[in-house]
């Protein structure tokens, strides 16, 4: 399968902890997303990298946060001090384009409960 | 901020009917996108169209952008029992060449009765 992947699935964790989420793209695209998506609601923009840089930050992306993406290829995000109303479903996408607005590829994503 | 609304917020009908969900959004655009998206899964990408596009078909779908109203359509004919999910627009913002995140709005379910 060479389409957008992620790791855990799913993470149960108590409030406080620390988790870890993986992306790997598709192996060409340059250009990687994060996006946090609630029960009935549509997916909301947190941060985005191209290669190595991480370019653009929502101001939904508080200092707990932190998103890295060191070589170019995979990335990680990062929860510190996991609260309740950080449950969600964290969506990673990708997408190779030298212009903005190219259609992005979205992973099956890893759905947080924090309790 | 910006922000896609579809219309409506649920659809259900029968197989083999069509199915229309329309978008409204705020500001300018470069381009206008279409996800699916199952019951707890990941957004698989529908079409995309551009801002200089008017209509774009792909199979059974059928999208139509009107940037003087800020909207779009997309049909779904002769719709089918696994077409049941929930479906969204995304707009990127027009920021002169920056490629930022989409913006979704929260989506039609949509429920394709047997």
């Known amino acids: 399968d060479t389409g957008v992947s992620q790791d855990p699935r799913h993470k149960i964790t108590k409030r406080g902890q620390n988790v870890t989420f993986r992306c790997d793209p598709i192996?060409?695209?340059?250009?990687l997303y994060w996006y946090r998506q609630t029960l009935g609601q549509g997916p909301e923009f947190l941060t985005y990298?191209?290669?190595?840089?991480?370019?653009?930050k929502s101001r939904l992306l508080s200092d707990r946060f932190s998103a890295e993406r060191p070589k170019g290829s995979f990335s990680t995000l990062e929860i510190q001090r996991t609260e309740q109303g950080d449950s969600a479903m964290y969506l990673c996408?990708?997408?190779?384009?030298?212009?903005?607005?190219?259609?992005?590829?979205f992973g099956p994503g890893t759905r947080l409960l924090v309790l | 901020s910006q922000q896609g609304e579809e219309d409506p917020q649920a659809l259900s009908i029968q197989e083999g009917e069509n199915a229309t969900m329309n978008c409204s959004y705020k500001?300018?655009?470069?381009?206008l996108q279409w996800y699916r998206q199952n019951s707890g899964r990941g957004l698989v990408h529908l079409i995309l169209i551009r801002s200089n596009e008017r209509e774009k078909h792909s199979g059974r779908l059928r999208v139509t952008l009107d940037t003087s109203k800020k909207s779009s359509s997309l049909l779904i004919t002769a719709s089918r029992a696994a077409d049941t999910a929930s479906y969204f627009c995304?707009?990127?913002?027009?920021?002169?060449?920056?490629?930022?995140?989409?913006?979704f709005g929260k989506g039609t379910h949509l429920i394709i009765q047997p």
């Open positions: 996408a990708s997408s190779f384009s030298i212009l903005a607005g190219e259609t992005q590829y």
């Open positions: 990298f191209q290669n190595e840089a991480q370019l653009e």
């Open positions: 995304a707009t990127d913002r027009n920021s002169g060449g920056g490629a930022d995140g989409l913006t």
């Open positions: 500001t300018s655009i470069n381009n």
């Open positions: 192996s060409e695209h340059n250009r």
